[in-house]
C-alpha cells in the first residue's frame, strides 16, 4: 500500500527527512511515532501529496507520489490534528456537502453520510453543530469525513490527542473496525506510545530525519530489553528535549 524509498525533503541547507524507507501492506495498521523535529510531520506530509519531495521514489495506494498525486488523493483519506469541519457548521449538512464534492448524488450522499454515522456511533451528532459535540465526537466526525470517498488507505494525524482515556480507547475500537471489516489500511502518527502499542501492528520510529527503529511492539521491546515502547523509545532517540524543534 506504501512503497517508499530514499524519500528526501529539504528546506534550504537543511535536510528534514533524509533518505526514508518506508514499506506498508494492504490492511496494516503502522504508527508512525518520534520526537518533536524528527521529521515526522514533513514525511507525512508529503505522503499525502501536501508536500513534494526534494528526492527520492514513492508509491502511495498504487500511485507514483510525483507523477500521479492526484491518483494518490484519490485513493487516500487524510485526518489531520486541527480537523475540518467548522465550529459552527451542522455535522451532517457538513458531511453531505463534503460528499457532494467528491460527486456523489444528493440521495448517495445522504446514504453514505447515514452510514458512516451509524458505523462511528454518531447518530445524534448529525443535527448538531460541531462546536457542541464532545472531543471524543469531534475525531470521530473528522474520520468520517476522511472516509467519505471510501479511502483505501487512511492517514490519521494524531487522531487521539487531547482525549480522555475512555473516549481514547473508543477510537481504538473505530480503527480497529476500519481494518476489521472493511480491510483498510491505516498510518497514523501518535506522541502516545501506549496507543501505538495497543493499536498498532507494526511502529515505525524516526529521528533526525532517518528511520531508527522497526518493527511490532513486541519486535521492538524485545530487541532493545524494554517492557514498554516508552523505554524503547528514550533508548533510540534519547532523552534530550526538543522544544521548539520543527516537526
Known amino acids: 500500500m506504501i512503497h517508499v ?9 537543511v535536510e528534514a527527512v533524509r533518505g526514508v524507507d518506508v514499506d506498508v501492506s494492504e490492511g496494516e495498521i503502522v504508527g508512525f511515532v518520534g520526537p518533536n523535529g524528527a521529521g515526522k510531520t514533513t514525511t507525512l506530509r508529503m505522503l499525502t501529496t501536501l508536500l513534494r519531495p526534494t528526492a527520492g521514489t514513492a508509491v502511495v495506494a498504487g500511485h507514483d507520489l510525483f507523477t500521479d498525486p492526484a491518483g494518490v488523493r484519490r485513493r487516500i483519506g487524510y485526518v489531520s ?12 449538512e457538513e458531511l453531505r456537502l463534503q460528499a457532494r464534492m467528491y460527486g456523489m448524488s444528493r440521495a448517495e450522499a445522504r446514504e453514505r453520510v447515514s452510514r458512516l454515522l451509524s458505523e462511528l456511533d454518531l447518530e ?3 443535527t448538531k453543530l460541531y462546536a457542541h459535540l464532545s472531543g471524543g465526537q469531534k475525531r470521530r ?6 472516509l467519505l470517498h471510501s479511502p483505501a488507505l487512511l492517514f490519521l494525524d494524531e487522531p487521539t ?10 477510537l481504538w475500537d473505530h480503527v480497529r473496525r ?10 497514523l502518527t501518535t506522541h502516545y506510545l501506549e496507543e501505538a502499542d495497543a493499536l498498532c501492528d507494526r511502529v515505525l520510529i524516526i529521528d533526525h530525519g532517518r528511520i531508527v527503529g522497526s518493527g511490532t511492539p513486541a519486535e521492538l521491546k524485545a530487541a532493545h530489553g524494554a517492557s514498554t515502547l516508552d523505554e524503547v523509545f528514550l533508548t ?12
Do not use: H, K, Y
Open 5 to 13: 524509498r530514499g524519500l528526501t525533503r529539504s528546506f534550504g541547507a
Open 161 to 170: 490527542t487531547g482525549l480522555d482515556p475512555q473516549s481514547r480507547a473508543n
Open 124 to 126: 445524534e451528532a448529525g
Open 178 to 187: 476500519l481494518r476489521e471489516e472493511a480491510g483498510m489500511t491505516v498510518f
Open 236 to 247: 533510540v532517540t534519547g532523552r534530550e528535549l526538543r522544544e521548539g524543534a520543527a516537526a
Open 141 to 146: 466526525v473528522d474520520i468520517a469525513m476522511g
Open 81 to 92: 490534528q486541527n480537523g475540518t469541519v467548522g465550529p459552527f457548521s451542522e455535522v451532517g
